[in-house]
């Protein structure tokens, strides 16, 4: 009986040693998807039209990362993302 309990022990062991390498190996080949990209630069654009933030990212950032854009760009320009601007300059993040 002692034996089969040892055994177990070292099968649970190897089980989790063998689930926990598995689980290092995803992360390790993924982790870019979980890091935000950095910025490169910033870029000035002059906005003549009245335009909201949703619109400005769909012309000027990356669809993957848009949500990424609009908090960058509205903290830059102590704005909101609901907010709406027209004749002005505007700072914006390029991402690497």
Known sequence: MKVLKNIEQIMLLIFTVF??????????FNIQKFQKPD??????IRIEEPA?????AQSY???ELKDRFIEET??????????YVAN????????E
Request: hydrophobic share 50%.
């Open 39 to 44: 910025i490169a630069k910033y870029a000035q």
């Open 52 to 56: 909201g933030i949703e619109q400005i």
């Open 88 to 95: 002005c300059t505007l700072i914006i993040p390029i991402f």
């Open 61 to 63: 950032a990356q669809p």
């Open 74 to 83: 509205t903290k830059i320009n102590s704005l909101r993302a609901q907010d």
């Open 19 to 28: 689930v926990s390498l598995i689980i290092l190996t995803a992360l390790f």
